[in-house]
C-alpha cells in the first residue's frame, strides 16, 4: 500500500530527533507538548470519573434508606387508608412495592449528650419492600421492633456519639409539647435501643432513628400513617412517575421524589462537574497550543527542505498537509497516552488512594465531611468521548497557523543562503 507522501514526511518530522542539537531540542519541545496533552487529558478523565463515582456511591446509599417516591397525607395529617392509597399507587407498572411511614423531627438525649433526629416510624413487614437497607436488616434488628415494646433503631454513628448499644435506654423528646397547669413542657419517652444500622451514608447514620410505626404514631399524637413509600422499577423514572402519580391519586395527597431529597447537593455536584470540566478543558488547550512553537520552529528549521519540496513539484496545500500531518499525530498520540493513563488510574483508583493513604498517614476522604469514606471512580463514556474529541480539535486547530506559514516558504528565498 502506497501511503501519501504527506503523511510520511509528515510522521518522520514528529519522530525526528537526530540531526543536531536544534532538531533535538525541537524533538524535546514536541515530547513535552505531547506529555501536556496527555496529563491534562488522564486528568480531565480522572476528575471525571471521580466524581460521577461519588455521585453514584452518595445516591444508591441515600436510596438504599430511603424510598423512590413518598406520598403524603395533605398538610402532614394522618392518611384515613394507606392501605387503599397504596393500592391505587401499586397500580402504576412502574411501582413495585409500597409501605407505610410516619416521619418527625425530635431528640434523642443520653444523660447530657442531646442530639437532633428524624424519626420514621415504619412497618418491619412492609418497610422491606420499598428499601434495601430494611431488606437487609428484616431478620434481625426490625425484627425487634414490635408495637408497644417502644424499641428504637438508630444508626451508627448517632450510636456511637451518644455512647449507646443494644439494650440501653434512651430519651425521646417531641417538638409538640404537652399542656400543662404549668405550662407547655415538652413531652418525653424513654425507648430501648432494639438495633444498631449502617448505611454508609454519614447523613442517616448520624441522624435517622427507626421505630414500629404503631408507637411513632402514639408517641407524636397522630391517627395513623402520614405518607407511604413507593419503590419503583427504574430509580431514573422517579420523577416522571411521581408526576403521573400526583394527577392519578387526586389533590388530596402530596407526592415527592428521591430527586428532591437532598437537591441542592445534587445540583451543586453537577455544577462542580462542568467547572471542572471547564478548568481542565484550558489545560489541555494551553498543552495542545504549545504544538504552536513546536510547529513554528520546525517550519523554521526545515525551510531548505520545504523548498526542495517546491521545486519538485509539491504544491502549498501538500506542504500545509505535512506540517498538518506532524501537528494532528502529536495530537493524537498525546490523546491516546492521556486515554490509557486516565483510564488506568480511574479504574484502579480503589487501590491508589488507600495506598496514598498509608504512605502520607492521611484521610484523604473523612466521612464526615464527604458523607462517604472511600474514593469512589465511575468512568462514562458520555465523558470520555467528548474529551478525547476536544483534545484533537484543538491539537488540529493549533496546527492550522504554523501549516499555512510554511505552506508560503518562497522556494528562492529559502534556498539564498544554503
Same mark, same amino acid.
Given at each position: 500500500?502506497?501511503?501519501?507522501?504527506?503523511?510520511?514526511?509528515?510522521?518522520?518530522?514528529?519522530?525526528?530527533?537526530?540531526?543536531?542539537?536544534?532538531?533535538?531540542?525541537?524533538?524535546?519541545?514536541?515530547?513535552?507538548?505531547?506529555?501536556?496533552?496527555?496529563?491534562?487529558?488522564?486528568?480531565?478523565?480522572?476528575?471525571?470519573?471521580?466524581?460521577?463515582?461519588?455521585?453514584?456511591?452518595?445516591r444508591?446509599?441515600m436510596?438504599?434508606?430511603?424510598?423512590?417516591?413518598?406520598?403524603?397525607?395533605?398538610?402532614?395529617?394522618?392518611?384515613?387508608?394507606?392501605?387503599?392509597?397504596?393500592?391505587?399507587?401499586m397500580?402504576?407498572?412502574?411501582?413495585?412495592?409500597?409501605?407505610?411511614?410516619?416521619?418527625?423531627?425530635?431528640?434523642?438525649?443520653?444523660?447530657?449528650?442531646?442530639?437532633?433526629?428524624?424519626?420514621?416510624?415504619?412497618?418491619?413487614?412492609?418497610?422491606?419492600?420499598?428499601?434495601?437497607?430494611?431488606?437487609?436488616?428484616?431478620?434481625? +434488628?426490625?425484627?425487634? @421492633?414490635?408495637p408497644?415494646?417502644?424499641?428504637?433503631?438508630?444508626?451508627? $454513628? *448517632? !450510636?456511637? %456519639? =451518644? &455512647?449507646?448499644?443494644?439494650?440501653?435506654a434512651?430519651?425521646?423528646?417531641?417538638?409538640?409539647?404537652?399542656?400543662?397547669?404549668?405550662?407547655?413542657?415538652?413531652r418525653?419517652?424513654?425507648?430501648?435501643?432494639?438495633?444498631?444500622?449502617?448505611?454508609?451514608?454519614?447523613?442517616?447514620?448520624?441522624?435517622?432513628?427507626?421505630?414500629?410505626?404503631?408507637?411513632?404514631?402514639?408517641?407524636?399524637?397522630?391517627?395513623?400513617?402520614?405518607? +407511604?413509600?413507593?419503590? @419503583?422499577d427504574?430509580?431514573?423514572?422517579?420523577?416522571?412517575?411521581?408526576? $403521573? *402519580? !400526583?394527577? %392519578? =391519586? &387526586?389533590?388530596?395527597?402530596?407526592?415527592?421524589?428521591?430527586?428532591?431529597?437532598?437537591?441542592?447537593?445534587?445540583?451543586?455536584?453537577?455544577?462542580?462537574?462542568?467547572m471542572?470540566?471547564?478548568?481542565?478543558?484550558?489545560?489541555?488547550?494551553?498543552?495542545?497550543?504549545?504544538?504552536?512553537?513546536?510547529?513554528?520552529?520546525?517550519?523554521?528549521d526545515?525551510?531548505?527542505?520545504?523548498?526542495?519540496?517546491?521545486?519538485?513539484?509539491?504544491?502549498?496545500?501538500?506542504i500545509?498537509?505535512?506540517?498538518?500531518?506532524?501537528?494532528?499525530?502529536s495530537?493524537?498520540?498525546?490523546? =491516546? &497516552?492521556?486515554?490509557?493513563?486516565?483510564?488506568?488510574?480511574?479504574?484502579?483508583?480503589?487501590?491508589i488512594?488507600?495506598?496514598?493513604?498509608?504512605?502520607?498517614?492521611?484521610?484523604?476522604?473523612?466521612?464526615?465531611?464527604?458523607?462517604?469514606?472511600?474514593?469512589?471512580?465511575?468512568?462514562?463514556?458520555?465523558?470520555?468521548a467528548p474529551?478525547?474529541?476536544?483534545?484533537?480539535?484543538?491539537?488540529?486547530?493549533?496546527?492550522?497557523?504554523?501549516?499555512?506559514r510554511?505552506?508560503?516558504?518562497?522556494?528562492?528565498?529559502?534556498?539564498?543562503?544554503?
Amino acid at each position: 500500500m502506497q501511503w501519501p507522501y504527506e503523511l510520511l514526511i509528515g510522521w518522520r518530522y514528529t519522530r525526528a530527533g537526530r540531526g543536531g542539537r536544534r532538531n533535538a531540542f525541537i524533538s524535546f519541545i514536541s515530547g513535552v507538548s505531547m506529555l501536556g496533552i496527555a496529563l491534562g487529558v488522564a486528568a480531565l478523565i480522572i476528575v471525571l470519573s471521580v466524581m460521577n463515582g461519588f455521585q453514584k456511591e452518595v445516591r444508591d446509599r441515600m436510596l438504599s434508606v430511603v424510598a423512590h417516591v413518598e406520598v403524603f397525607g395533605g398538610g402532614g395529617a394522618a392518611l384515613a387508608d394507606w392501605r387503599a392509597l397504596a393500592a391505587q399507587a401499586m397500580q402504576h407498572p412502574e411501582v413495585r412495592g409500597a409501605a407505610p411511614f410516619i416521619a418527625a423531627q425530635a431528640l434523642v438525649a443520653r444523660g447530657e449528650d442531646m442530639r437532633g433526629v428524624v424519626v420514621r416510624g415504619i412497618d418491619p413487614a412492609e418497610e422491606p419492600k420499598v428499601t434495601p437497607l430494611a431488606a437487609e436488616l428484616a431478620g434481625t +434488628v426490625l425484627a425487634e @421492633l414490635r408495637p408497644g415494646d417502644w424499641g428504637i433503631v438508630l444508626g451508627g $454513628e *448517632l !450510636a456511637r %456519639s =451518644l &455512647g449507646v448499644r443494644v439494650g440501653d435506654a434512651v430519651t425521646i423528646v417531641t417538638p409538640n409539647g404537652q399542656v400543662t397547669p404549668a405550662g407547655v413542657v415538652p413531652r418525653l419517652k424513654q425507648m430501648t435501643v432494639a438495633g444498631v444500622f449502617e448505611s454508609g451514608h454519614y447523613e442517616y447514620d448520624s441522624g435517622l432513628a427507626l421505630m414500629h410505626v404503631d408507637d411513632a404514631a402514639r408517641l407524636f399524637r397522630v391517627e395513623g400513617p402520614t405518607g +407511604v413509600q413507593l419503590r @419503583l422499577d427504574d430509580q431514573q423514572d422517579a420523577r416522571t412517575v411521581a408526576a $403521573e *402519580l !400526583a394527577m %392519578s =391519586l &387526586g389533590p388530596d395527597v402530596a407526592v415527592r421524589d428521591w430527586t428532591r431529597t437532598n437537591r441542592n447537593w445534587f445540583d451543586a455536584v453537577q455544577l462542580e462537574k462542568r467547572m471542572m470540566f471547564i478548568i481542565l478543558t484550558l489545560i489541555v488547550a494551553v498543552a495542545a497550543f504549545n504544538l504552536v512553537s513546536t510547529l513554528v520552529m520546525t517550519v523554521t528549521d526545515k525551510q531548505a527542505d520545504i523548498a526542495i519540496l517546491r521545486t519538485l513539484g509539491a504544491s502549498p496545500r501538500s506542504i500545509m498537509g505535512i506540517f498538518m500531518v506532524q501537528g494532528a499525530l502529536s495530537g493524537v498520540l498525546g490523546t =491516546l &497516552g492521556g486515554l490509557a493513563l486516565g483510564l488506568l488510574v480511574a479504574l484502579n483508583i480503589d487501590v491508589i488512594v488507600p495506598a496514598l493513604e498509608r504512605l502520607f498517614q492521611a484521610s484523604f476522604l473523612p466521612g464526615s465531611i464527604y458523607l462517604i469514606n472511600r474514593m469512589p471512580s465511575d468512568p462514562q463514556m458520555a465523558d470520555i468521548a467528548p474529551i478525547a474529541l476536544i483534545s484533537l480539535v484543538l491539537a488540529f486547530v493549533a496546527t492550522l497557523y504554523p501549516s499555512w506559514r510554511a505552506s508560503r516558504v518562497q522556494p528562492a528565498q529559502a534556498l539564498r543562503y544554503e
